[in-house]
Protein backbone atom coordinates (compact mmCIF):
# COMPACT_ATOMS: atom_id res chain seq x y z
CA UNK A 1 0.00 0.00 0.00
CA UNK A 2 1.25 3.50 -0.54
CA UNK A 3 1.32 5.76 2.20
CA UNK A 4 0.02 8.58 -0.04
CA UNK A 5 -2.57 6.71 -1.21
CA UNK A 6 -3.88 6.54 2.30
CA UNK A 7 -3.12 9.94 2.82
CA UNK A 8 -5.00 11.55 0.38
CA UNK A 9 -8.10 9.51 1.62
CA UNK A 10 -10.30 12.29 3.28
CA UNK A 11 -11.64 9.91 6.18
CA UNK A 12 -8.42 9.18 6.72
CA UNK A 13 -7.49 12.92 7.93
CA UNK A 14 -9.99 12.04 10.46
CA UNK A 15 -9.45 8.62 11.35
CA UNK A 16 -8.10 9.49 14.49
CA UNK A 17 -10.98 11.33 15.73
CA UNK A 18 -13.12 9.22 14.37
CA UNK A 19 -11.29 6.30 16.38
CA UNK A 20 -11.78 8.16 19.40
CA UNK A 21 -15.35 8.29 19.35
CA UNK A 22 -15.52 4.54 19.81
CA UNK A 23 -14.69 3.48 23.12
CA UNK A 24 -15.20 -0.41 22.50
CA UNK A 25 -11.67 0.02 20.48
CA UNK A 26 -9.49 1.28 22.76
CA UNK A 27 -8.66 -1.91 24.94
CA UNK A 28 -6.48 -4.92 25.09
CA UNK A 29 -7.62 -8.26 24.35
CA UNK A 30 -4.92 -10.71 25.68
CA UNK A 31 -2.36 -8.46 25.77
CA UNK A 32 -3.15 -7.13 22.61
CA UNK A 33 -4.57 -3.92 21.07
CA UNK A 34 -8.22 -4.87 20.16
CA UNK A 35 -8.80 -5.16 16.02
CA UNK A 36 -12.26 -5.84 15.81
CA UNK A 37 -13.06 -7.17 12.23
CA UNK A 38 -16.44 -9.02 13.07
CA UNK A 39 -18.75 -6.07 11.95
CA UNK A 40 -20.76 -7.60 10.17
CA UNK A 41 -22.02 -9.66 13.09
CA UNK A 42 -22.58 -6.33 14.71
CA UNK A 43 -20.81 -2.33 14.67
CA UNK A 44 -19.54 -0.39 17.54
CA UNK A 45 -21.42 2.37 18.87
CA UNK A 46 -19.60 5.86 18.60
CA UNK A 47 -20.13 8.43 21.72
CA UNK A 48 -23.20 9.91 20.57
CA UNK A 49 -25.45 7.04 20.04
CA UNK A 50 -24.14 6.00 23.69
CA UNK A 51 -25.22 9.24 25.11
CA UNK A 52 -28.41 9.77 23.32
CA UNK A 53 -29.54 6.55 25.22
CA UNK A 54 -28.29 7.15 28.16
CA UNK A 55 -29.36 10.84 27.86
CA UNK A 56 -33.36 9.57 27.63
CA UNK A 57 -32.62 7.30 30.34
CA UNK A 58 -32.02 10.06 32.70
CA UNK A 59 -33.66 13.18 31.31
CA UNK A 60 -37.21 11.94 29.96
CA UNK A 61 -37.76 8.60 30.40
CA UNK A 62 -41.33 8.28 29.62
CA UNK A 63 -43.90 6.30 27.74
CA UNK A 64 -44.61 7.45 24.05
CA UNK A 65 -48.47 8.62 22.21
CA UNK A 66 -49.69 8.17 25.18
CA UNK A 67 -49.31 10.80 27.65
CA UNK A 68 -50.04 14.63 27.99
CA UNK A 69 -47.59 15.29 30.64
CA UNK A 70 -43.99 16.88 29.27
CA UNK A 71 -41.67 14.14 29.61
CA UNK A 72 -44.12 11.66 27.22
CA UNK A 73 -44.19 14.38 24.50
CA UNK A 74 -40.69 15.11 24.73
CA UNK A 75 -40.38 11.43 24.62
CA UNK A 76 -42.73 11.29 21.64
CA UNK A 77 -40.89 13.86 19.75
CA UNK A 78 -37.49 12.08 19.83
CA UNK A 79 -38.56 9.51 18.90
CA UNK A 80 -40.78 10.72 16.05
CA UNK A 81 -37.89 12.75 15.21
CA UNK A 82 -35.63 9.61 14.92
CA UNK A 83 -38.38 8.19 12.08
CA UNK A 84 -37.88 11.56 10.36
CA UNK A 85 -34.10 10.76 10.79
CA UNK A 86 -34.29 7.39 9.11
CA UNK A 87 -36.42 7.96 6.63
CA UNK A 88 -34.09 11.08 4.88
CA UNK A 89 -31.75 9.09 5.68
CA UNK A 90 -32.85 6.40 2.80
CA UNK A 91 -34.46 8.69 1.10
CA UNK A 92 -38.30 7.33 1.65
CA UNK A 93 -41.15 9.63 0.35
CA UNK A 94 -42.99 9.31 3.92
CA UNK A 95 -42.16 8.83 7.57
CA UNK A 96 -44.90 6.48 8.01
CA UNK A 97 -42.92 4.46 5.59
CA UNK A 98 -40.81 3.84 8.53
CA UNK A 99 -41.65 1.09 10.59
CA UNK A 100 -40.06 0.85 13.68
CA UNK A 101 -39.24 -3.32 14.89
CA UNK A 102 -36.52 -5.40 16.32
CA UNK A 103 -34.20 -5.70 13.27
CA UNK A 104 -33.67 -7.35 9.79
CA UNK A 105 -35.05 -10.90 11.22
CA UNK A 106 -38.22 -9.19 12.89
CA UNK A 107 -38.62 -6.92 9.89
CA UNK A 108 -38.38 -10.10 7.27
CA UNK A 109 -40.68 -12.29 9.47
CA UNK A 110 -43.54 -9.57 9.44
CA UNK A 111 -43.30 -9.47 5.95
CA UNK A 112 -43.58 -13.03 5.64
CA UNK A 113 -46.53 -13.41 7.93
CA UNK A 114 -47.98 -9.75 6.19
CA UNK A 115 -47.66 -10.20 2.67
CA UNK A 116 -48.39 -14.10 2.80
CA UNK A 117 -51.78 -13.35 4.14
CA UNK A 118 -52.43 -10.59 1.94
CA UNK A 119 -51.37 -12.19 -1.18
CA UNK A 120 -49.75 -15.75 -1.34
CA UNK A 121 -51.85 -18.82 -1.91
CA UNK A 122 -50.73 -22.29 -3.13
CA UNK A 123 -48.29 -22.56 -5.73
CA UNK A 124 -47.13 -19.13 -5.52
CA UNK A 125 -43.24 -18.72 -5.61
CA UNK A 126 -41.52 -16.52 -3.34
CA UNK A 127 -38.06 -16.11 -5.01
CA UNK A 128 -34.67 -15.99 -3.19
CA UNK A 129 -30.95 -16.49 -3.64
CA UNK A 130 -28.63 -18.91 -3.08
CA UNK A 131 -26.32 -16.66 -0.66
CA UNK A 132 -29.57 -15.62 1.53
CA UNK A 133 -29.20 -15.34 5.70
CA UNK A 134 -30.92 -17.76 7.54
CA UNK A 135 -33.40 -14.88 8.56
CA UNK A 136 -34.59 -14.79 4.66
CA UNK A 137 -35.16 -18.01 4.28
CA UNK A 138 -36.69 -19.75 7.33
CA UNK A 139 -39.87 -17.16 7.66
CA UNK A 140 -40.93 -17.83 4.69
CA UNK A 141 -40.84 -21.88 5.36
CA UNK A 142 -42.65 -20.68 8.97
CA UNK A 143 -45.47 -19.01 7.16
CA UNK A 144 -45.18 -19.87 3.66
CA UNK A 145 -45.52 -23.76 3.80
CA UNK A 146 -48.79 -23.40 5.25
CA UNK A 147 -50.58 -22.44 2.58
CA UNK A 148 -48.26 -24.11 -0.03
CA UNK A 149 -46.16 -21.72 -0.86
CA UNK A 150 -42.72 -22.51 -2.66
CA UNK A 151 -39.55 -20.92 -1.63
CA UNK A 152 -37.11 -21.07 -5.09
CA UNK A 153 -33.44 -19.63 -5.01
CA UNK A 154 -31.43 -18.12 -7.56
CA UNK A 155 -27.54 -20.10 -8.20
CA UNK A 156 -24.36 -18.30 -7.68
CA UNK A 157 -21.38 -19.15 -9.61
CA UNK A 158 -17.75 -20.14 -8.45
CA UNK A 159 -17.23 -16.38 -7.46
CA UNK A 160 -20.49 -16.20 -5.53
CA UNK A 161 -21.72 -13.55 -8.19
CA UNK A 162 -25.60 -14.11 -8.92
CA UNK A 163 -26.48 -16.10 -11.88
CA UNK A 164 -28.66 -13.28 -13.83
CA UNK A 165 -29.23 -15.53 -16.15
CA UNK A 166 -30.84 -17.97 -14.00
CA UNK A 167 -32.98 -15.30 -12.05
CA UNK A 168 -34.06 -13.70 -15.72
CA UNK A 169 -35.81 -17.69 -16.57
CA UNK A 170 -36.70 -18.30 -12.58
CA UNK A 171 -38.79 -15.08 -12.94
CA UNK A 172 -42.10 -16.83 -13.83
CA UNK A 173 -45.70 -15.71 -13.41
CA UNK A 174 -45.75 -17.61 -10.33
CA UNK A 175 -43.51 -16.11 -8.35
CA UNK A 176 -45.03 -13.48 -6.56
CA UNK A 177 -41.88 -11.68 -4.53
CA UNK A 178 -38.76 -11.34 -4.67
CA UNK A 179 -36.65 -10.87 -1.76
CA UNK A 180 -32.68 -11.16 -1.60
CA UNK A 181 -30.09 -9.30 0.14
CA UNK A 182 -28.61 -6.61 -1.53
CA UNK A 183 -24.83 -7.45 0.25
CA UNK A 184 -23.77 -10.79 1.43
CA UNK A 185 -23.06 -11.60 5.14
CA UNK A 186 -20.56 -14.12 3.90
CA UNK A 187 -19.30 -13.58 0.99
CA UNK A 188 -19.65 -9.88 0.67
CA UNK A 189 -20.94 -9.95 -2.46
CA UNK A 190 -23.02 -7.23 -3.65
CA UNK A 191 -25.82 -7.79 -5.45
CA UNK A 192 -27.12 -5.77 -9.03
CA UNK A 193 -30.10 -4.72 -6.50
CA UNK A 194 -30.98 -2.05 -9.46
CA UNK A 195 -31.26 -4.81 -12.45
CA UNK A 196 -32.66 -6.86 -10.26
CA UNK A 197 -36.00 -4.81 -9.52
CA UNK A 198 -36.14 -3.24 -12.74
CA UNK A 199 -36.74 -7.06 -13.92
CA UNK A 200 -39.22 -7.67 -11.17
CA UNK A 201 -40.38 -5.01 -12.02
CA UNK A 202 -41.33 -5.23 -15.29
CA UNK A 203 -43.39 -8.30 -14.72
CA UNK A 204 -45.19 -6.67 -11.75
CA UNK A 205 -43.09 -8.18 -9.02
CA UNK A 206 -42.36 -6.51 -5.90
CA UNK A 207 -38.74 -6.68 -4.19
CA UNK A 208 -38.11 -7.21 -0.99
CA UNK A 209 -34.33 -5.98 -0.35
CA UNK A 210 -32.47 -7.47 3.08
CA UNK A 211 -30.27 -4.37 3.34
CA UNK A 212 -28.85 -5.72 6.52
CA UNK A 213 -25.16 -5.41 5.37
CA UNK A 214 -26.06 -3.07 2.85
CA UNK A 215 -26.84 -0.14 5.05
CA UNK A 216 -23.61 0.70 7.00
CA UNK A 217 -22.02 0.67 3.84
CA UNK A 218 -22.78 1.91 0.81
CA UNK A 219 -25.81 5.42 0.12
CA UNK A 220 -29.05 3.90 -0.61
CA UNK A 221 -32.15 5.83 -2.22
CA UNK A 222 -34.94 3.74 -1.73
CA UNK A 223 -36.91 5.59 -4.27
CA UNK A 224 -33.84 5.67 -7.32
CA UNK A 225 -34.44 2.27 -6.11
CA UNK A 226 -38.05 2.17 -6.62
CA UNK A 227 -37.96 -1.00 -4.05
CA UNK A 228 -41.00 -1.82 -2.63
CA UNK A 229 -39.52 -3.08 0.87
CA UNK A 230 -36.44 -2.74 2.72
CA UNK A 231 -35.20 -4.56 6.10
CA UNK A 232 -32.26 -3.66 8.20
CA UNK A 233 -31.03 -3.56 12.09
CA UNK A 234 -29.42 -0.45 13.96
CA UNK A 235 -27.03 -2.84 15.53
CA UNK A 236 -25.07 -3.02 11.94
CA UNK A 237 -25.06 0.40 11.71
CA UNK A 238 -23.58 1.80 14.56
CA UNK A 239 -27.08 2.07 16.50
CA UNK A 240 -28.08 0.09 19.75
CA UNK A 241 -29.38 -3.85 19.37
CA UNK A 242 -33.55 -4.25 19.28
CA UNK A 243 -33.98 -1.40 16.89
CA UNK A 244 -34.83 -2.11 13.54
CA UNK A 245 -36.50 -0.91 10.47
CA UNK A 246 -38.94 -2.23 7.91
CA UNK A 247 -38.98 0.30 4.79
CA UNK A 248 -42.23 -0.35 2.54
CA UNK A 249 -44.07 1.75 -0.03
CA UNK A 250 -46.99 3.22 1.54
CA UNK A 251 -49.12 1.72 -0.45
CA UNK A 252 -48.39 -2.01 0.47
CA UNK A 253 -48.74 -0.65 3.86
CA UNK A 254 -52.01 0.09 3.93
CA UNK A 255 -53.08 -3.10 1.90
CA UNK A 256 -51.37 -5.82 4.22
CA UNK A 257 -53.05 -6.28 7.69
CA UNK A 258 -51.05 -5.82 10.73
CA UNK A 259 -48.88 -8.68 12.09
CA UNK A 260 -49.60 -8.06 15.49
CA UNK A 261 -52.04 -6.63 17.45
CA UNK A 262 -52.21 -4.58 21.30
CA UNK A 263 -51.57 -0.85 22.07
CA UNK A 264 -50.92 1.80 19.92
CA UNK A 265 -51.92 0.18 16.94
CA UNK A 266 -55.82 0.90 17.25
CA UNK A 267 -58.01 3.31 15.84
CA UNK A 268 -61.14 1.93 18.07
CA UNK A 269 -61.43 -1.68 19.76
CA UNK A 270 -64.81 -3.38 21.11
CA UNK A 271 -65.06 -6.48 21.36
CA UNK A 272 -66.72 -7.30 18.25
CA UNK A 273 -63.83 -5.77 16.19
CA UNK A 274 -60.84 -3.65 15.99
CA UNK A 275 -60.18 -0.49 13.79
CA UNK A 276 -56.32 -0.33 13.10
CA UNK A 277 -54.95 3.08 13.50
CA UNK A 278 -52.75 5.11 10.68
CA UNK A 279 -49.14 4.24 9.24
CA UNK A 280 -46.95 3.16 10.87
CA UNK A 281 -48.96 2.73 13.60
CA UNK A 282 -51.29 -0.10 12.33
CA UNK A 283 -47.42 -2.35 12.31
CA UNK A 284 -46.12 -0.73 15.69
CA UNK A 285 -48.17 -2.58 18.69
CA UNK A 286 -47.00 -2.68 22.03
CA UNK A 287 -44.46 -0.47 23.59
CA UNK A 288 -41.43 -0.16 21.57
CA UNK A 289 -37.88 0.04 21.91
CA UNK A 290 -37.93 3.83 22.38
CA UNK A 291 -34.56 4.47 24.05
CA UNK A 292 -32.71 2.28 20.73
CA UNK A 293 -34.86 4.22 18.16
CA UNK A 294 -33.69 7.41 19.72
CA UNK A 295 -30.14 5.82 19.56
CA UNK A 296 -30.81 4.85 15.91
CA UNK A 297 -31.48 8.24 15.08
CA UNK A 298 -27.66 9.33 16.82
CA UNK A 299 -26.25 6.90 14.43
CA UNK A 300 -27.80 8.03 11.36
CA UNK A 301 -26.79 12.00 12.41
CA UNK A 302 -23.64 10.83 13.13
CA UNK A 303 -23.24 8.88 9.82
CA UNK A 304 -24.47 12.10 8.11
CA UNK A 305 -21.82 13.80 9.95
CA UNK A 306 -19.05 11.70 8.35
CA UNK A 307 -20.95 11.02 4.89
CA UNK A 308 -22.26 7.74 3.21
CA UNK A 309 -20.30 8.44 0.15
CA UNK A 310 -17.17 9.42 2.17
CA UNK A 311 -17.36 6.16 3.86
CA UNK A 312 -18.03 4.09 0.94
CA UNK A 313 -15.16 4.98 -0.60
CA UNK A 314 -12.76 4.90 2.07
CA UNK A 315 -14.52 0.94 2.72
CA UNK A 316 -13.76 0.18 -0.50
CA UNK A 317 -9.99 0.91 -0.29
CA UNK A 318 -10.08 -1.00 3.22
CA UNK A 319 -11.61 -4.01 1.67
CA UNK A 320 -9.13 -4.03 -1.74
CA UNK A 321 -6.49 -3.93 0.84
CA UNK A 322 -7.97 -6.69 2.86
CA UNK A 323 -8.50 -8.60 -0.02
CA UNK A 324 -4.58 -8.45 -1.94
CA UNK A 325 -3.25 -8.88 1.21
CA UNK A 326 -5.28 -12.46 1.63
CA UNK A 327 -4.76 -13.61 -1.49
CA UNK A 328 -1.11 -13.74 -0.90
CA UNK A 329 -1.50 -16.26 1.69
CA UNK A 330 -0.34 -19.27 0.01
CA UNK A 331 -2.47 -21.77 1.89
CA UNK A 332 -5.82 -19.57 1.73
CA UNK A 333 -8.87 -20.55 -0.23
CA UNK A 334 -10.76 -17.10 -0.68
CA UNK A 335 -13.98 -17.82 -0.56
CA UNK A 336 -16.61 -15.13 -2.50
CA UNK A 337 -14.63 -13.45 -5.11
CA UNK A 338 -17.58 -11.23 -6.76
CA UNK A 339 -15.98 -8.17 -8.75
CA UNK A 340 -18.63 -5.78 -6.62
CA UNK A 341 -17.49 -6.51 -2.66
CA UNK A 342 -18.10 -5.07 0.21
CA UNK A 343 -17.53 -5.18 3.42
CA UNK A 344 -17.07 -9.01 4.19
CA UNK A 345 -13.95 -11.15 3.39
CA UNK A 346 -14.49 -14.73 3.66
CA UNK A 347 -12.02 -17.77 3.92
CA UNK A 348 -10.53 -21.23 4.57
CA UNK A 349 -7.22 -22.11 5.23
CA UNK A 350 -6.35 -25.67 3.70
CA UNK A 351 -5.50 -28.18 6.16
CA UNK A 352 -6.75 -26.21 9.18
CA UNK A 353 -9.84 -25.51 10.94
CA UNK A 354 -11.63 -21.96 10.74
CA UNK A 355 -12.70 -22.52 14.39
CA UNK A 356 -8.35 -23.57 15.24
CA UNK A 357 -7.73 -19.95 13.51
CA UNK A 358 -10.30 -17.85 14.96
CA UNK A 359 -9.15 -18.54 18.40
CA UNK A 360 -5.26 -18.08 17.69
CA UNK A 361 -6.20 -14.84 16.27
CA UNK A 362 -8.74 -14.42 19.53
CA UNK A 363 -5.26 -14.70 21.48
CA UNK A 364 -3.89 -11.46 19.73
CA UNK A 365 -6.25 -9.42 20.16
CA UNK A 366 -8.14 -10.01 16.81
CA UNK A 367 -12.21 -10.44 16.13
CA UNK A 368 -13.32 -12.23 13.37
CA UNK A 369 -16.01 -14.47 13.24
CA UNK A 370 -15.92 -18.47 12.26
CA UNK A 371 -18.61 -20.84 11.25
CA UNK A 372 -21.44 -20.84 8.80
CA UNK A 373 -22.73 -17.32 9.32
CA UNK A 374 -26.21 -18.20 9.37
CA UNK A 375 -25.92 -19.40 5.59
CA UNK A 376 -26.11 -22.73 5.56
CA UNK A 377 -27.24 -23.97 2.00
CA UNK A 378 -24.61 -21.25 1.21
CA UNK A 379 -21.77 -23.58 2.52
CA UNK A 380 -23.23 -26.21 1.33
CA UNK A 381 -22.64 -24.91 -2.35
CA UNK A 382 -19.16 -24.27 -1.45
CA UNK A 383 -18.80 -27.90 0.45
CA UNK A 384 -17.49 -26.56 3.16
CA UNK A 385 -18.73 -26.29 7.03
CA UNK A 386 -17.69 -22.67 7.31
CA UNK A 387 -15.40 -19.68 6.82
CA UNK A 388 -13.56 -17.53 8.59
CA UNK A 389 -14.84 -14.16 7.96
CA UNK A 390 -13.04 -10.69 8.52
CA UNK A 391 -15.74 -7.75 8.20
CA UNK A 392 -14.64 -4.09 8.00
CA UNK A 393 -16.32 -0.65 9.23
CA UNK A 394 -16.01 2.57 8.79
CA UNK A 395 -13.24 2.80 12.34
CA UNK A 396 -10.66 -0.27 11.04
CA UNK A 397 -7.63 1.34 9.62
CA UNK A 398 -4.93 -0.05 6.99
CA UNK A 399 -2.84 -1.11 9.71
CA UNK A 400 -5.31 -3.18 11.41
CA UNK A 401 -4.99 -4.97 8.40
CA UNK A 402 -1.43 -5.66 8.19
CA UNK A 403 -1.87 -7.00 11.61
CA UNK A 404 -4.41 -8.77 11.05
CA UNK A 405 -2.94 -10.66 8.05
CA UNK A 406 0.77 -11.00 9.72
CA UNK A 407 -1.56 -12.41 12.75
CA UNK A 408 -3.40 -14.59 10.49
CA UNK A 409 0.41 -15.99 8.99
CA UNK A 410 1.50 -16.49 12.78
CA UNK A 411 -1.95 -18.54 13.36
CA UNK A 412 -1.41 -20.60 10.49
CA UNK A 413 2.50 -20.74 11.51
CA UNK A 414 1.55 -22.06 15.09
CA UNK A 415 -1.02 -24.31 13.79
CA UNK A 416 1.57 -25.59 11.30
CA UNK A 417 4.94 -25.89 13.86
CA UNK B 1 -0.50 -42.58 38.26
CA UNK B 2 -3.99 -41.70 39.49
CA UNK B 3 -6.20 -38.75 38.27
CA UNK B 4 -4.87 -36.35 40.11
CA UNK B 5 -1.33 -37.06 40.26
CA UNK B 6 -1.60 -36.71 36.61
CA UNK B 7 -3.62 -33.35 36.80
CA UNK B 8 -1.01 -32.18 39.22
CA UNK B 9 2.24 -33.37 36.90
CA UNK B 10 -0.25 -30.98 34.15
CA UNK B 11 -0.46 -27.87 36.38
CA UNK B 12 3.38 -27.93 36.77
CA UNK B 13 4.01 -28.47 33.40
CA UNK B 14 2.05 -25.99 32.18
CA UNK B 15 2.89 -23.49 35.33
CA UNK B 16 6.54 -23.63 33.46
CA UNK B 17 5.83 -22.32 30.36
CA UNK B 18 5.83 -18.21 30.32
CA UNK B 19 2.63 -17.27 27.80
CA UNK B 20 -0.13 -18.59 25.89
CA UNK B 21 2.08 -19.06 22.94
CA UNK B 22 3.78 -21.62 24.57
CA UNK B 23 1.05 -23.33 26.21
CA UNK B 24 -1.36 -23.41 22.84
CA UNK B 25 1.92 -24.80 21.02
CA UNK B 26 2.37 -27.33 23.76
CA UNK B 27 -1.43 -27.86 23.21
CA UNK B 28 -1.63 -28.31 19.44
CA UNK B 29 1.27 -30.47 19.71
CA UNK B 30 -0.38 -32.66 22.00
CA UNK B 31 -3.48 -33.20 19.94
CA UNK B 32 -1.17 -34.41 17.05
CA UNK B 33 0.62 -36.81 18.64
CA UNK B 34 -3.16 -38.58 19.74
CA UNK B 35 -3.35 -41.04 17.11
CA UNK B 36 -6.70 -40.51 14.86
CA UNK B 37 -9.63 -42.32 15.44
CA UNK B 38 -10.70 -45.14 13.18
CA UNK B 39 -13.14 -43.70 10.81
CA UNK B 40 -15.67 -45.98 11.82
CA UNK B 41 -16.21 -44.61 15.20
CA UNK B 42 -16.22 -41.00 13.88
CA UNK B 43 -20.19 -41.61 13.78
CA UNK B 44 -23.06 -39.60 14.83
CA UNK B 45 -23.71 -42.30 18.21
CA UNK B 46 -19.81 -41.45 19.23
CA UNK B 47 -20.52 -37.70 19.27
CA UNK B 48 -19.96 -35.67 22.47
CA UNK B 49 -20.04 -32.51 21.70
CA UNK B 50 -21.13 -30.75 18.27
CA UNK B 51 -20.06 -27.08 17.74
CA UNK B 52 -17.80 -25.36 14.70
CA UNK B 53 -15.76 -28.03 16.08
CA UNK B 54 -16.71 -31.51 16.53
CA UNK B 55 -15.79 -34.37 19.39
CA UNK B 56 -16.12 -38.29 19.12
CA UNK B 57 -15.68 -40.74 22.06
CA UNK B 58 -15.31 -44.48 21.84
CA UNK B 59 -14.10 -46.16 25.35
CA UNK B 60 -14.25 -49.52 26.35
CA UNK B 61 -14.30 -50.98 29.81
CA UNK B 62 -11.73 -53.75 30.74
CA UNK B 63 -11.32 -55.02 34.35
CA UNK B 64 -12.74 -52.48 35.81
CA UNK B 65 -10.76 -49.49 33.56
CA UNK B 66 -12.28 -47.06 30.86
CA UNK B 67 -9.92 -46.81 28.24
CA UNK B 68 -10.95 -44.18 26.14
CA UNK B 69 -10.46 -42.99 22.81
CA UNK B 70 -11.40 -39.74 21.30
CA UNK B 71 -11.20 -37.25 18.42
CA UNK B 72 -11.90 -33.74 16.84
CA UNK B 73 -11.73 -32.13 13.41
CA UNK B 74 -9.82 -29.35 15.05
CA UNK B 75 -6.25 -29.36 16.02
CA UNK B 76 -6.84 -26.89 19.38
CA UNK B 77 -9.68 -29.19 20.45
CA UNK B 78 -7.59 -32.33 19.51
CA UNK B 79 -5.03 -31.11 21.92
CA UNK B 80 -7.46 -30.50 24.61
CA UNK B 81 -9.25 -33.64 24.59
CA UNK B 82 -5.29 -35.29 24.65
CA UNK B 83 -5.18 -33.92 28.11
CA UNK B 84 -7.98 -34.88 29.13
CA UNK B 85 -7.50 -38.57 28.15
CA UNK B 86 -4.03 -38.32 29.93
CA UNK B 87 -5.74 -37.93 32.64
CA UNK B 88 -8.86 -39.76 32.10
CA UNK B 89 -7.85 -42.55 30.11
CA UNK B 90 -7.24 -45.82 31.75
CA UNK B 91 -8.21 -45.36 35.15
CA UNK B 92 -10.88 -47.02 36.77
CA UNK B 93 -14.65 -46.48 36.10
CA UNK B 94 -15.69 -45.53 39.73
CA UNK B 95 -12.65 -43.01 39.80
CA UNK B 96 -13.49 -41.32 36.73
CA UNK B 97 -16.68 -41.00 37.77
CA UNK B 98 -15.84 -38.97 41.36
CA UNK B 99 -12.84 -37.36 39.70
CA UNK B 100 -13.15 -33.82 40.25
CA UNK B 101 -10.75 -32.06 37.28
CA UNK B 102 -9.16 -29.12 38.78
CA UNK B 103 -6.32 -28.74 36.26
CA UNK B 104 -8.64 -26.67 33.79
CA UNK B 105 -9.30 -23.96 36.62
CA UNK B 106 -5.41 -24.16 37.71
CA UNK B 107 -3.63 -24.03 34.01
CA UNK B 108 -6.08 -21.05 33.31
CA UNK B 109 -6.78 -22.81 30.42
CA UNK B 110 -10.52 -21.72 30.53
CA UNK B 111 -9.30 -17.62 30.29
CA UNK B 112 -7.55 -18.82 27.24
CA UNK B 113 -10.58 -20.77 25.75
CA UNK B 114 -13.47 -19.37 23.63
CA UNK B 115 -16.55 -19.87 25.86
CA UNK B 116 -17.37 -22.41 23.48
CA UNK B 117 -14.32 -24.03 23.12
CA UNK B 118 -14.03 -23.86 27.17
CA UNK B 119 -17.88 -25.04 27.06
CA UNK B 120 -16.95 -27.96 24.89
CA UNK B 121 -13.88 -29.44 27.07
CA UNK B 122 -15.92 -28.96 30.25
CA UNK B 123 -19.11 -30.96 28.23
CA UNK B 124 -16.72 -33.56 27.13
CA UNK B 125 -15.70 -34.14 30.70
CA UNK B 126 -18.86 -34.25 31.70
CA UNK B 127 -19.80 -36.94 28.80
CA UNK B 128 -17.29 -38.81 30.05
CA UNK B 129 -18.30 -38.72 33.61
CA UNK B 130 -21.60 -40.22 32.99
CA UNK B 131 -20.34 -42.69 30.43
CA UNK B 132 -18.44 -43.62 33.17
CA UNK B 133 -21.15 -43.96 36.18
CA UNK B 134 -24.42 -44.53 33.84
CA UNK B 135 -22.64 -46.13 30.69
CA UNK B 136 -24.76 -44.26 28.18
CA UNK B 137 -23.41 -40.85 26.19
CA UNK B 138 -24.78 -37.46 26.27
CA UNK B 139 -23.95 -35.49 23.62
CA UNK B 140 -24.06 -31.62 24.07
CA UNK B 141 -23.53 -29.36 21.22
CA UNK B 142 -23.43 -25.37 21.04
CA UNK B 143 -25.74 -22.27 19.51
CA UNK B 144 -23.65 -21.53 16.17
C1 LIG C 1 -27.79 -10.45 5.35
C2 LIG C 1 -28.40 -10.50 6.71
N1 LIG C 1 -29.73 -10.57 6.84
C3 LIG C 1 -30.32 -10.61 8.03
C4 LIG C 1 -29.61 -10.60 9.19
C5 LIG C 1 -30.30 -10.65 10.51
O1 LIG C 1 -30.12 -9.48 11.21
P1 LIG C 1 -30.57 -9.36 12.75
O2 LIG C 1 -29.91 -10.50 13.46
O3 LIG C 1 -30.07 -8.03 13.17
O4 LIG C 1 -32.05 -9.46 12.78
C6 LIG C 1 -28.21 -10.54 9.12
C7 LIG C 1 -27.41 -10.59 10.35
O5 LIG C 1 -26.34 -11.11 10.41
C8 LIG C 1 -27.60 -10.48 7.85
O6 LIG C 1 -26.27 -10.43 7.74
Known amino acids: ?417 | MTINQRQDELIVRFSKMENWLEKYKCIIQMGKELPAMDAGYRKDANLIWSCQAMVWVHSEEKDGRLFIRADSDAFITKGLIALVLYVLSGQPVTEIAASSLYFIDEINLKEHLTPNKSNGILAMINGIQTLASEGRLVAASCTI
Open chain 1, 1 to 417: MNPNEIVCNSIYKDLFKIRSEFPVLHQKINGAPLIYLDNAATTQKPLSVINAIAEYYQCYNSNIHRGVHHLSQKATMAYEESRVKIARFINARHAHEIIFNKGSTDGINMMAYCFNKKYLKKGDVVLISAMEHHANIVPWQIFGQENGVELHAVPIDSSGELNMDAFRSMLDEKVKLVSITYVSNTLGTVNPIKEIIKMAHRQQIPVLLDAAQAIAHTAIDVQELDVDFMVFSGHKMYGPTGIGVLYSKETWLEQMPPHQGGGDMIKEVSFERTTYNRLPYKFEAGTPAISSAIGLGAAVDYLGTIGMHEIAAYEHELTGHLMTSLTEIEELRLIGTAKDHAGAASFVISGHHNSDIGELLNQQGIAVRTGHHCTQPLMKIFNIKGTVRASLALYNTHEEIEDFISGLKNAISILKS
